[in-house]
């Protein structure tokens, strides 16, 4: 992971303008604390995004929940508890019926875009972003002046040695199966009216038994050949579920009319797969923008396309204990037939996948292929956390209650949101009372619970300034009468003491 080499460079912008909100379409009602993030470790940036922060592209954004239009809260889903619904499942049959036969589904898609956007994007880049003066090469400068200053490497290693948010409580997540489901308590079955006669039954599990002990006499195929493949578990016990892995199996049949393959390929141009790749995806990006949501030409060009979707601050990372694939930035492409047909971008982090954005061709909408994508995403977590422990959620971006069509992020159980106040998880069964009576709520209903990681010394807080690292008590001592420390105070707050002790502020 990130350690006396690895820096996030960070400019912060305050949140004082309202921009247009993607949701209800108000021209001036969203507004949103901003940072240009010129470099990030992923373990910054996953603790960013426990408190409420996201990215586009390199812009870091977190929106000021009592007085956007539309407050959005971070919402993640327990990946190893998931269990698909009947919503899902019909999905996931509806790609089995069209690989294996090549009917399209007629109408359009089903209530559920997850196209993780739909206005998710932020604002755009700020125009006074000091490219020119904060570069990767002032990362080696920076070194030298490190170990001058005790304050800093004190605050590195005690971050360095915390650990991640999420971490304490994915080990509390029952894994008593080792294909990674949780296993479920055998009902007890009811006496019946005379308990001399057999056990009273319904009908429909019965057909439900019958059904499952077909699965298992049925040999189960591997499906359709994916370099992002679902695990193949064990067969299914009557009294358990069958596992998330097993329906996306079925959904892929052999000998079939159509091919589909996922391929993951990391976010970098160095990389031949993603190079060669890029402009059939630039161009499905741009097609997929134009027809859903009605984007001018000009919204949706090559340049536009690297910035949101390509540019990424995260730097890749590889730890011992983390997957193989690494930490950082990726573009999980669903190739049908020899020709990419969706791309769902994700970022890979200590303890989560976070869904960044999907796009994916009009003429196959019907398919569903945003909750399909979830879908597998989230069967992709499970396969990551056996080989990294604790990454085991799934991030779904933002859950806007406020906005109908975007409660369907609600579906995926289990699941949390974010308390905009304390920034912990609570259950969103517990969190929706509280929405259905006012756009903005504090899920935490303890009074007396506060933000436990607030930084109260904000001279504890990193900058940068003239390629230099110093905590923000010596910058203040250098630029005497400098007058942005309620801007800085406001900064550390909202990224919260371990990133203020971490992440470098740019001063000019």
């Not at 999905?91 to 559920?112: A, V």
């Not at 875009?113 to 206005?119: A, K, L, Y």
């Not at 972003?129 to 570069?135: D, G, L, P, R």
């Not at 007396?448 to 900058?463: C, E, N, S």
């Amino acid at each position: 992971m990130a350690g006396n080499k690895s820096y996030t460079i960070v400019e912060y912008f305050g949140g004082d303008d309202g921009y247009r909100c993607g949701y209800c379409k108000n021209q001036i009602g969203n507004f949103s604390h901003g940072m240009w993030s010129h470099t990030m470790t992923v373990q910054d940036y996953q603790d960013l995004i426990d408190r409420g922060w996201r990215r586009s592209g390199k812009y870091v954004y977190k929106p000021i929940l009592k007085k956007t239009c539309c407050p959005q809260y971070t919402i993640r889903c327990h990946a190893l508890k998931f269990q698909p619904s009947k919503s899902h499942k019909k999905i996931l049959k509806k790609m089995s019926k069209f690989i294996s036969k090549g009917e399209l589904p007629k109408g359009e898609e089903d209530g559920e875009p997850m196209d993780s956007g739909c206005g998710e994007a932020g604002p755009r880049e700020p125009s006074k972003v000091c490219h020119s003066e904060v570069k990767c090469a002032a990362i080696t400068d920076i070194q030298k002046e490190v170990a001058e200053c005790p304050t800093i490497t004190e605050g590195q290693k005690k971050a360095g040695d915390a650990a991640p948010t999420g971490s304490e409580t994915s080990q509390k997540d029952p894994v008593s199966v080792p294909d990674g489901r949780t296993a479920a308590a055998a009902p007890k079955p009811g006496m019946g009216a005379d308990p001399s006669r057999p056990i009273c039954r319904k009908a429909k599990d019965l057909r439900k038994e019958r059904r499952l002990q077909k699965d298992q006499m049925r040999q189960h195929t591997d499906g359709v050949s994916s370099i992002v493949s679902p695990a193949h578990p064990a067969p299914t016990h009557t009294n358990q579920p069958k596992p998330l892995e097993e329906f996306i199996n079925e959904s892929l049949p052999e000998n079939s009319s159509h091919c589909l393959e996922v391929r993951l390929v990391p976010v970098n141009f160095e990389d031949p797969q993603f190079a060669v790749s890029y402009e059939q995806s630039a161009a499905l990006y741009a097609r997929y923008q134009m027809a859903i949501h009605g984007d001018d030409p000009s919204e949706c060009s090559e340049s536009e396309f690297r910035r949101f979707l390509c540019d990424s601050p995260l730097e890749a990372e590889y730890s011992p204990d983390g997957p193989e694939v690494g930490y950082g930035s990726f573009h999980q492409q669903y190739w049908l037939d020899g020709r990419i047909v969706a791309v769902g971008v994700i970022d890979i982090l200590p303890t989560c996948v976070s869904s960044v954005y999907l796009y994916y061709h009009p003429d196959f909408a019907s398919l569903s292929l945003g909750s399909y994508s979830a879908l597998r995403e989230i069967a992709f977590t499970r396969q990551l956390q056996k080989q990294s422990p604790k990454l085991s959620y799934y991030y779904l971006g933002f859950y806007i209650h406020s906005c109908p069509k975007m409660r369907y992020k609600g579906q995926y159980r289990p699941s949390d949101l974010l308390c905009p106040e304390t920034y912990i998880w609570v259950p969103i069964e517990r969190c929706l009372p509280h929405l259905e009576n006012s756009r903005y709520a504090r899920f935490n209903q303890d009074p007396d619970a506060g933000d436990a990681r607030v930084l109260k010394d904000v001279g504890r807080a990193l900058v940068l300034y003239r390629r230099t690292v110093m905590p923000y008590a010596a910058y203040s001592r250098k630029r005497k009468g400098s007058s942005d420390e309620t801007e800085v105070q406001q900064y550390a707050g909202l990224v919260g003491q371990d990133c203020a002790e971490r992440i470098l502020l740019y001063r000019s």
